[in-house]
DNA sequence: CTTCATGCTGTATAAAAATACAGAATCATA
DNA sequence: TATGATTCTGTATTTTTATACAGCATGAAG
């Protein structure tokens, strides 16, 4: 089996997660809007790769025609994304701790994957170094006023409170000790990792 | 849910065996070939019937829409415990929120149910109030000093951090708001109800 | 003996989905 | 600097699929 490349990985996890919380594996059209793809052939030549790679087969003239080569009830749940380098994607192999036995569906509105915090700035939330976050990630989300959010600011990787108002975003931390982080849209690159629906402690930090 | 026709039962019978074994709905055509129908709309009738009846959803505008409303993978959890009234047992069916997809794994060595948090006297613990506890509860287990524990004293149940000095038990709370609970063991009845291994907090409280 | 639900045939058609072809940009590698 | 793999855009076209409409036959129920 080869090795993948990050990105189409971060797809096919793509898929896995689609076909344990649908049941219904994506159209090329499906996965095209999941990724802003502005062509279908994008997803077309991706899902081509996967097969040639042996991760999935594609059954051809049928509608949906994926089916995955791995069982999926042994992959049940959710990758663990650990530290992740600036202007990476998040769910490169190389940042992966693990996969956790975690149901997506636990966190409605559904999580895609699972982030490991670093550092006590959403402190006052509850949300403390170490903590495991559930993230949604879909492509063209606006989070609301006050939602807590993975954004990547020029690059880097942050959990922050989300705070709009017209055109000026800043990223608000829960701790005294921290700033906020102001983003000037015209000047920085700010990208939405996505929404944060849980949140996950295990043993020993409690 | 409306009973079904025997041949209604066939039909459905049929679906389901093709989606475990496939892993994919079948479209209408198929389902006319399976069952030599010469017209497709035999299945749709079938189909929508079906759905009227609660057996089954189908998402129109989509190929192979179809989704059965049983649960095809059973899923096993943990009960999760909401408000204990003063000295009734944790696991009573009247205190019982419901049971979450939880797997017991996850939390090393193990949990044995969900307790959902109330108040803030654990705050600075990062354990908010609405917070869902993973709790293992062990026969005759004795807490080691700094670990949070539930504990119920006099009857009355309650999340803290355990430390005992020679005979003398307190629960420390981590908020300043709140005081320690000093335990006189001559006087007072003390039950541990288990040691806390995990936290989860679901959706909007974030 | 009518009425109604059930279980189909047969024909169309609109919408969804797969898939082909012709590029272009980026980036590692030789 | 050339080469090829990867990742995509943009446009078309066929095939699959869903779904509407008009009927017909049968048996059970009033």
Redesign the interface.
């Known amino acids: 089996m080869d090795k993948l490349t990050p990105r189409q990985a971060e797809i096919l996890a793509w898929i896995r997660t689609r ?1 344990l919380e649908d ?3 994506p ?1 090329r059209a499906e996965l095209m809007k999941a990724f802003d793809f502005r062509s279908p052939n994008a997803a077309e030549t991706h899902l081509r790769m996967l097969a040639r790679k042996g991760y999935l087969e594609l059954q051809n003239g049928t ?3 994926i ?1 995955l080569h791995e069982d ?2 042994e992959t049940m749940g959710l990758p663990l994304v650990g530290r992740v380098a600036a202007g990476q994607p998040m769910l490169a192999e190389e940042f992966r701790e693990g996969q ?4 997506p ?4 509105p559904g999580a895609d994957y699972l982030l490991r915090v670093q550092g006590m700035s959403m ?1 006052d ?4 170094d170490g ?1 495991i976050l559930a993230v949604r990630h879909e492509a063209g989300f606006a989070p609301q006023n006050g ?2 959010v993975v954004a990547r600011v020029n690059g880097e990787v942050t959990v922050k409170r989300w705070q709009r108002k017209q055109s000026k975003v800043s990223l608000l931390p829960e701790n005294p000790d921290f700033s906020p982080i102001d983003v000037d849209l015209s000047r920085d690159d700010l990208q939405i990792e996505g929404q ?8 020993n930090r ?1």
Not at 100 to 103: F, K, Q, R, T
Not at 125 to 128: C, F, K, P, S, V
Not at 196 to 203: E, Q, Y
């Open positions: 076909m049941n219904l594996p159209t509608a949906r025609g089916r999926l009830s956790l036995p975690v149901d569906k636990l966190f409605s402190r939330a509850g949300i403390l903590d939602q807590i944060v629906v849980g949140l996950l402690r295990i043993g409690l």
